[in-house]
């Protein structure tokens, strides 16, 4: 029998991929799916390859929640706060899988990653835990990355720096930035075509542009074209942002490893104007003293998506870059080198698609592991 699947968030930016990713692999034929809507209650619900997948259930309705087997929730904390509890409150044993990240730290749910922790996710279902959240998008892509340098054991502790896509802030984010290159461009477009300007005399429009508080801030907050964040997330209060937090607590969380033996990991992280990737660059200090190819082969014989760039100008320029990896499920890994550290430190940089690996393809596969149960 077809398991019963209730998807909530299906048309957000996250929900949007994922239903792609679905389609894509055809894991709709294998399932009883309901759309659920928190907004459009009895409208037609998606037609996808001329099937028509009937009217939108109301995704507050917990009565039309039970019948589920599993529910599948890209629609945000906010909605998880509202309904999880409550629907557990009626004694529903279904399974509840969510993209959200306000149950991650929860002790009923298990942050999912299937290529890493796998055996920990089935274990747990064992133990009949039957709440499973993807994890944060940096940590998610750090442990594809460095999967294999974590599962033998020899990272003592890392410190990262990351320069996060605009999508990671949700879909009003690549449209202001989107919005802010055009305001850019078009306010020196003239002189751009002038072999004699000063290219100063152009800089200056522009940083004078990104520094006036009505014309170009067009959602009233700091420009992303031609300028960085270096905060993500909310004020942790510690000197820290909740996304720095989030690397060491939700790291060892996926990988389950006890207090004395967590992995130290501390990180910078900033919000930069690319679209959809993540890239972080890794300073690492090993357990022990190894050599470059055998590194680069743990890294390799983890998982099937990390590539490997070799560690020279042209390769790094040509390959090592967001827009290779944009739209695509590979793990990009580069600059692999000795640090001037000492022979126990190494540096990484890696780049995924904070759409897929760092949001939807986890839920994809975890929902995949459930229907095979
Ligand atoms: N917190 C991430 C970001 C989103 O802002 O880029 C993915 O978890």
Redesign the pocket.
């Known amino acids: 029998m077809k398991k019963k699947v209730g998807f909530v968030g299906w048309r957000g930016l996250v929900g949007s991929v994922l239903l792609n990713r679905m389609i894509f692999k055809k894991d709709l034929s294998k399932l009883n799916i309901k759309f659920f809507t928190t907004s459009q209650v009895g409208h037609n619900g998606p037609k996808i390859n001329n099937t028509k997948f009937g009217i939108l259930e109301n995704a507050y309705d917990l009565q039309k929640l039970i019948e589920m087997d599993i529910i599948l929730t890209c629609q945000g904390s906010e909605y998880t706060k509202k309904v999880y509890f409550n629907l557990k409150k009626l004694g529903w044993t279904g399974f509840w899988i969510d993209a959200s990240?306000y149950l991650r730290m929860h002790k009923s749910a298990i942050i999912v990653l299937d290529p890493v922790n796998y055996n920990f996710i089935m274990q747990s279902i064992e133990n009949g835990c039957r709440t499973f959240v993807g994890g944060?998008?940096?940590v998610s892509l750090m442990l594809m990355a460095l999967g294999g340098l974590f599962d033998n054991n020899l990272i003592k502790r890392i410190f990262v720096s990351t320069y996060?896509?605009v999508s990671?802030?949700g879909s009003s984010y690549i449209k202001k930035l989107l919005l802010e290159m055009g305001v850019l461009h078009n306010s020196v477009k003239d002189d751009l075509k002038k072999n004699n300007i000063s290219i100063l005399k152009i800089e200056s429009v522009i940083t004078s542009l990104l520094k006036s508080r009505n014309s170009f801030r067009l959602f009233n907050d700091t420009p992303l074209a031609g300028n960085l964040i270096p905060w993500?997330?909310s004020d942790n209060n510690d000197g820290k942002s909740k996304?720095e937090v989030k690397g060491q607590f939700e790291t060892n969380k996926i990988l389950n490893l006890k207090t004395d033996e967590e992995v130290i990991i501390d990180s910078m992280c900033v919000?930069i104007s690319t679209f959809r990737c993540?890239s972080q660059s890794f300073l690492i200090e090993l357990n022990k003293i190894i050599n470059l190819s055998e590194i680069k082969s743990i890294l390799l014989n983890h998982n099937k998506w990390t590539e490997i760039v070799d560690n020279d100008k042209y390769s790094t320029i040509r390959y090592l870059t967001p827009s290779m990896v944009s739209g695509t499920l590979k793990i990009l890994l580069g600059r692999i080198r000795f640090s001037s550290f000492g022979k126990s430190y190494i540096t990484v940089f890696s780049i995924g698609d904070?759409l897929l690996w760092?949001?939807s393809e986890p839920l994809r596969r975890m929902l995949n592991i459930l229907i095979k149960l």
């Open positions: 990240s944060n998008c940096t996060q896509a990671g802030a993500i997330d996304e919000r993540h904070q760092g949001a």
